[in-house]
């Protein structure tokens, strides 16, 4: 029987409360309302989805079929290797070696389970030893959230919209027994909605997801990113239910690793036709100042670098190519010339101008970088000349203004394997799981780059099973 | 008069409780006894000092007389910048700012109130823009310890030993009202000691340090950490502390942030030789892996890659200079060499034998450096090529082993520019104040050398002044 008749104190309960309706969210009510739990989703938007409905459709997983048939050796342990040279070592071994041994099992399982399918090609993203990233169609995640969310409806699982988190509610050193919220919430307006309280006979599962468009929370973090810092997210991604996992007694794991992307540009919204280009001219280019007109960086240097690089000049700074550079180009870069977010030129000259750089000391710098691309050796920056790099004298020259912007939050509270949330000693919490984003230890220092929807599946999968299996209250 | 009478719920109480009798902590209590408030100082060790009575004596201080006397411009914007630099960026603006605009006061204070003094000389560390490193005597700062806590004695007040913090007390979101600990405690016994209460009446000011030593804690941070690897600081450097700031609710700052010493050598204890002939051969000479006998690094990158490449070798690495290198050095390495943590050698063979390096492949490596110190240019690992850098073909050949072990946790508890400890909506907590390691913010991403002193000292001295003008229970 539903114990919200026996017990007062709740404005109602369910077996297992799922806080958050993105990937990790409904992966998990899946599993619990398949185990046989009651669950109720609480989502504070006006629709379930969260950030994961803007993904980018990509999928890292290690073994698969699409592997074999397109010829791909890979292994589980391979891809747990990339995930910690990625996080520079400091990835939680379980968790890391979690998703890379679930990765393959899970992709199938959306083709089974939820119907998906995917392009018959592999991408080959950087710091994967070989291509694993699997392809959405059309290169978007929108067709997998929908899929979970008719899956999760299917099987008789309410997705409460408008219902924000303020508290988790627990007891001293106890059992996390239910969240209260504010039901009627009406984003972004705090005030909005009432009140009300949820009982978890069994667990709550936190689903939360990333806090990169919480000032407050990660300037506290890393103080560079301050209002007005664009991100790729959505802006509802905050940090409230990090917060509550954190003011219970959760262990905070490596919050202040913020993940900058380099490759994104201030002349489109969020991050979508930049990035290849801007891998292209890191490889077959370079990245000048804006008001120097030089190099500031070993363009190959690992993503933190860059990102750091790049901020510190205040503004947005411009890497280019020229004709033989944009000829290697693995991804066609048409719809960033179509938006005019990278742009053409006939000269070097005409770029300067465009971007008013000074057109001497440009040149100056190219023609310096010439004499390392011919010579092998950078000694400047150090860059490891490409095989097959030429000299940029080839016109038409292309240009794209480049800043940083705000991508992942790899921190968050801990979990064990089990998807259990740990508190200050590293004990589980007992009642509270959590997946996802709002999770740290995964990705260590940095997340390679795919890997975000496998592990919001898998962890929480993991949840969801586990939670229902809780003897609870 | 003493609340301890009214209030039963409490074995005693004083106006202001200092949990922690090193620099932060005597310095807090200095200050708080000095405005009028009664203090107790606790201590989980059998004497004071904390992992301060090892420190090297080092204190940067921007602006000072003795700057003055020997020529040297500097101010604190100058210090900031370079704290700034260190820290990527990390840093709390406005604590950082703190630091570097009261050291020459704060240096000031030690000479004045304490009495100490300081060798008529500077320190030129890495990183600093100016000499401004004052440097006590005989390099060790036990002095400035027994200064302060004869200071605190005479003020009169007590220093309570084998006081084990065991929780902060919270009620709810309200007032930190005091501390539970075990009275009577024998480190390292878990058990030993029993229950206390202590009523803190204006105020609790957490000067615990860092957690170095905390496997579990650390481990969680950093998985690399793991039991084993050794530190730079005494066996109590654990987060008890920090871990009940984190428990009631305070904001969890930059904890991944942990600073490995790449200039440490397994051949000591702790730090004391081998830094300065590590730095002399990172700029004049070579660090090479131990099976391979080649390079791995750009011996010139910062802290964190130096520190994170040696680690990754599993091993002891070595690294090496010849003669017209040792006659590079800033300071006499004569003291490693006695105590032989620095090796001298006939020859490049002799070397190689007496480390177990493959000896063709280590005079190969040489001989490709030396190319590329006559060309200015380092094609492999991108070091920049030093001013009057000579190649290494002139005996006798000096070596040292080195691996990284664990110096300072750049994280801690969030605090701002008044000491008081925030919580996860960076509100300050009221009457919970913390200084020192155990804090967070001011050093960002890695703490420059001897900044430590002066924060310990500036922060401490803040809280302690603050915590007595406290209105309080």
Redesign the interface.
């Known amino acids: 029987m539903d114990r919200e008749a026996q017990d007062p104190d709740w404005d109602e309960s369910a077996d297992v409360v799922v806080v958050g309706a993105g990937y990790a969210g409904v992966a998990a009510a899946i599993e619990a309302r398949r185990a046989g739990a009651s669950v109720l989703v609480l989502e504070k938007m006006r629709a379930g989805g969260g950030n994961s409905i803007i993904s980018g459709g990509l999928m890292a997983a290690a073994g698969t079929p699409l592997q074999q048939r397109l010829g791909v050796q890979d292994s589980a342990d391979l891809m747990f290797e990339d995930m910690l040279r990625a996080g520079?070592?400091?990835?939680?071994?379980g968790l890391a070696r979690t998703v890379a041994e679930r990765s393959a099992g899970t992709l199938q399982w959306t083709i089974d389970e939820l119907g998906m399918s995917y392009l018959e090609k592999l991408e080959h993203l950087g710091g994967h030893a070989v291509p694993r990233t699997h392809v959405m169609p059309n290169y978007t995640g929108m067709a997998l959230m929908k899929k979970l969310l008719a899956c999760a409806r299917g099987l008789g699982v309410p997705i409460r919209t408008g219902a924000y988190l303020e508290r988790l509610v627990r007891r001293g050193d106890g059992r996390v027994e239910g969240v209260r919220v504010r039901a009627g919430y009406v984003y972004p307006n705090a005030e909005s909605g009432v009140p009300r309280t949820i009982a978890a006979r069994r667990a709550v599962i936190l689903a939360t997801g990333g806090f990169a468009e919480d000032v407050?929370?990660r300037v506290?973090?890393?103080?560079?990113l301050t209002a007005g810092v664009e991100t790729t997210n959505k802006r509802s991604t905050t940090a409230e239910g990090l917060?509550e996992a954190?003011?219970i007694?959760g262990?905070?794991?490596?919050?202040?690793?913020i993940q900058l992307g380099p490759w994104t540009s201030p002349d489109e919204k969020g991050e979508s036709a930049a990035p290849s280009f801007a891998d292209l001219a890191f490889e077959h280019g370079m990245i000048v100042h804006p008001e120097t007109g030089r190099r500031l960086v070993?363009e190959l240097a690992d993503r933190k670098t860059l990102a750091?690089a790049l901020?510190?000049t205040g503004r947005p700074c411009v890497c280019l190519t020229d004709a033989r550079g944009l000829a290697k180009a693995a991804q066609p870069v048409d719809r960033a010339l179509r938006k005019g977010i990278v742009r053409q030129f006939d000269s070097l000259g005409a770029l300067a101008g465009a971007y008013g750089l000074p057109a001497e000391a440009l040149a100056a710098t190219v023609r310096e970088y010439n004499r390392y691309v011919v010579a092998?050796?950078?000694?400047a920056?150090?860059?490891r000349i490409p095989a097959g790099a030429e000299p940029l004298t080839e016109p038409p020259y292309f240009g794209m203004r480049l800043r940083p912007k705000i991508h992942h939050t790899m921190?968050g509270v801990?979990i064990n394997e089990g998807a259990q949330v740990?508190d200050?000693?590293?004990r589980p919490i007992p009642g509270l799981y959590a997946a996802g984003e709002v999770t740290g230890?995964v990705h260590?220092?940095c997340r390679l780059g795919s890997c975000a929807i496998t592990e919001c599946l898998i962890f929480g999968r993991i949840a969801g099973r586990q939670s229902a299996a809780e003897s609870g209250a």
Not at 220 to 224: G, I, M, T, Y
Not at 251 to 257: E, F, I, K, T
Request: hydrophobic letters at 35%; one cysteine or more.
């Open positions: 520079l070592g400091l990835n939680h071994r407050a929370f506290a973090q890393d103080p560079r917060r954190l003011r007694g262990l905070p794991v490596q919050l202040s690793w070993n750091d901020w510190e092998g050796c950078d000694p920056f150090g860059k921190g801990g740990l200050l000693e590293a230890g260590g220092a």
